[in-house]
């Protein structure tokens, strides 16, 4: 049986009221489905966080932090929290590249309308204003860019239909405005999502209250001149899709307008050339589905990477997983394996920019996983930045989305509670040698639960002779019940140091700190271990990073 979507972000209490007249739609406030999505969001909802605003220069990634913020090969550029950006609660984003002067910018959705800030000195973001909502609050709001115009959507608003907003009227601001949209598009009310085709110029209006929930075909080839195109309905409700003129492996599709949507238990993938009459191509399901909620095309469009938003929740193993299918043949997709992250959290979108998927992964924040290898289903994490730092966790909070493809390369996130986040990754770069007698290991080390210990090694090269009785060991661990943990620190010899012994009743979160060893009797070069031990039951984690201070 086909169900209605109840995963998502947290819902504010002034959207319930907002909609309560509205019609059946993917979060209906009057279904039962709308009513466990309500109780759903609100067991998470978090108030924007108020702390200052982060600019004026950028913060390296160092030793696993950018200011207070968990990080590996991505740095910090600003934090403008949404009290300094329009107010509300953050969604989703996208991004502009002024083509007159390469002048880049966020558009970032809120509860109560849509944010317009200049990037272009992405360590000092200038709010520019803001489009109110048309209609009343919403959680859910999503824009995409297409010839210099904004079309923006939200759910859950009777008569809110897509706002048109023309981006060239931002270089003229000069202070923050409250703007009006050049055209309101009235062939749908509510709409959970949009994408768009730039190569074509159609726009598809997502889990709308027309076709079904499927996707609403716009033709925007005259931005500010929107007409109905038609409607994808076969499959019922849609989540998300991509849609492309396709150019992958499979030659009975070359050259035609392929939409592949994340159909809440199913990859659907559908023949959009001909508006009037759309063919449903495939309709494939997997192991262990529970909400397909988004997905993105590798560049070759060989492959389809897919998050499902409730796999993690309802599930036992918390880890994000991200689905990996082969569209060899786009009649039988194949689900040819599952990459699970060394970290607790639900995932949300995702988007591909060359061999690196970027996820907005709430929160675990925005994390980076390198593609070369998807052919054999091998994903490994290149990086991370994490703007939830309180803890992982499978819950609605944190990153809600992002956009990688602004061509400075970087990266804007929409935090849910913290706004607009603008980092750089560093992607792919050798890692400078150590300096200063410091040598750590910032790959990601799982550790099970109740299980066998598990060991990360750092190798000690060019120390004369033994190691100092001040030997500093930096320790970043991540984990849910840090009092189930054991850790020694392991010599090359074999000599085990004891740095910290199990205690059940600490039920604190992580252990990020610095422990002082005397391993003066130890001969510094060689191999050193880190060795940690779950003794009990119930909770996970993983060895983030740990170093060596000679």
């Given at each position: 049986m086909r169900f209605r979507r109840i995963g998502g972000a947290l819902l504010l209490i002034a959207a319930v009221a907002a909609v309560s007249n509205a019609p059946a739609g993917a979060h209906d406030p009057t279904t039962p489905e709308g009513i466990a999505a309500q109780r759903a969001f609100m067991a998470d909802y978090q108030p924007a966080d108020r702390r200052a605003a982060v600019t004026g220069a950028?913060?390296?990634?160092?030793?696993?932090?950018?200011?207070?913020?968990?990080?590996?090969?991505?740095?910090?550029?600003?934090?403008?929290?949404?009290?300094?950006?329009?107010?509300?609660?953050?969604?989703?984003?996208?991004?502009?590249?002024?083509?007159?002067?390469?002048?880049e910018y966020a558009i970032a959705g809120r509860t109560n309308g849509t944010s317009f800030i200049d990037i272009s000195t992405p360590t000092a973001p200038v709010y520019l204003g803001n489009l109110p909502s048309n209609g009343g609050s919403s959680t859910w709001r999503d824009m995409k860019v297409y010839k210099d115009h904004a079309f923006i959507v939200a759910d859950a608003i009777t008569g809110h239909g897509m706002q048109v907003f023309d981006l060239t009227r931002l270089r003229t601001v000069t202070s923050p405005q409250t703007f009006t949209a050049d055209k309101l598009y009235t062939g749908f009310g509510p709409a959970h999502n949009i994408a768009i085709n730039e190569a074509t110029g159609y726009a598809y209006a997502i889990g709308s209250n027309t076709c079904?929930?499927?996707?609403?075909?716009v033709d925007i080839r005259t931005p500010k001149?929107?007409?109905?195109?038609?409607?994808?309905?076969?499959?019922?409700?849609?989540?998300?899709?991509?849609?492309?003129?396709?150019?992958?492996?499979?030659?009975?599709?070359?050259?035609?307008?392929?939409?592949?949507?994340?159909?809440?238990?199913?990859?659907?993938?559908?023949?959009?050339?001909?508006?009037?009459?759309?063919?449903?191509?495939?309709?494939?399901?997997?192991?262990?589905?529970?909400?397909?909620?988004?997905?993105?095309?590798?560049?070759?469009?060989?492959?389809?990477?897919?998050?499902?938003e409730l796999d993690e929740s309802r599930g036992t193993d918390k880890k994000t997983k991200?689905?990996?299918?082969?569209?060899?043949?786009?009649?039988?997709p194949r689900h040819i394996g599952t990459y699970s992250s060394p970290v607790e959290a639900?995932?949300?979108?995702?988007?591909?920019?060359?061999?690196?998927?970027?996820?907005?992964?709430?929160?675990?924040?925005?994390?980076?996983?390198?593609?070369?290898?998807?052919?054999?289903?091998?994903?490994?994490?290149?990086?991370?930045?994490?703007?939830?730092?309180?803890?992982?966790?499978?819950?609605?909070?944190?990153?809600?989305?992002?956009?990688?493809y602004f061509p400075s390369g970087n990266v804007v996130i929409n935090g849910i509670e913290q706004g607009l986040v603008v980092v750089k990754p560093n992607l792919g770069a050798t890692p400078p040698p150590p300096t200063g007698g410091k040598f750590e290991n910032l790959n990601n080390?799982?550790?099970?639960?109740?299980?066998?210990?598990?060991?990360?090694?750092?190798?000690?090269?060019?120390?004369?002779?033994?190691?100092?009785?001040?030997?500093?060991?930096?320790?970043?661990?991540k984990h849910t019940w840090r009092g189930d943990l054991v850790i020694d620190l392991v010599a090359p010899d074999?000599?085990?140091?004891?740095?910290?012994?199990?205690?059940?009743?600490?039920?604190?979160?992580?252990?990020?700190?610095?422990?002082?060893?005397?391993?003066?009797t130890e001969v510094a070069n060689g191999t050193w271990k880190l060795k940690v031990q779950d003794v009990a039951r119930y909770d996970t984690g993983y060895i983030d990073a740990w170093s060596l201070q000679f």
């Open positions: 950028a913060v390296p990634c160092v030793n696993g932090k950018a200011d207070k913020y968990p990080c590996k090969n991505v740095d910090l550029l600003s934090v403008l929290p949404l009290g300094n950006m329009g107010g509300g609660n953050g969604n989703d984003i996208w991004g502009w590249t002024d083509p007159t002067n390469g002048k079904s929930g499927g996707p609403h075909m001149s929107p007409v109905n195109a038609g409607c994808v309905s076969q499959d019922g409700y849609t989540h998300d899709t991509q849609c492309v003129v396709y150019n992958g492996p499979d030659a009975d599709y070359a050259g035609k307008e392929i939409c592949f949507s994340s159909n809440e238990d199913t990859l659907t993938i559908v023949n959009v050339s001909t508006k009037s009459s759309p063919v449903q191509i495939s309709r494939t399901s997997y192991s262990g589905a529970q909400y397909s909620h988004q997905g993105w095309l590798t560049e070759n469009q060989r492959y389809f990477l897919m998050d499902d991200s689905y990996i299918w082969d569209l060899q043949d786009l009649d039988a639900i995932d949300h979108n995702m988007y591909v920019k060359g061999d690196y998927v970027y996820q907005a992964n709430y929160r675990a924040g925005l994390r980076i996983l390198d593609i070369k290898n998807v052919a054999s289903a091998s994903l490994t994490e290149a990086g991370y930045f994490d703007i939830y730092e309180a803890a992982d966790g499978a819950q609605f909070n944190g990153a809600w989305s992002t956009y990688p080390v799982n550790i099970p639960d109740a299980g066998a210990a598990v060991t990360s090694d750092v190798t000690v090269t060019g120390q004369a002779g033994n190691a100092p009785s001040t030997l500093k060991v930096n320790v970043d661990i074999g000599t085990a140091y004891r740095l910290k012994n199990s205690s059940g009743n600490d039920s604190a979160d992580n252990v990020i700190t610095t422990y002082t060893v005397n391993a003066s």
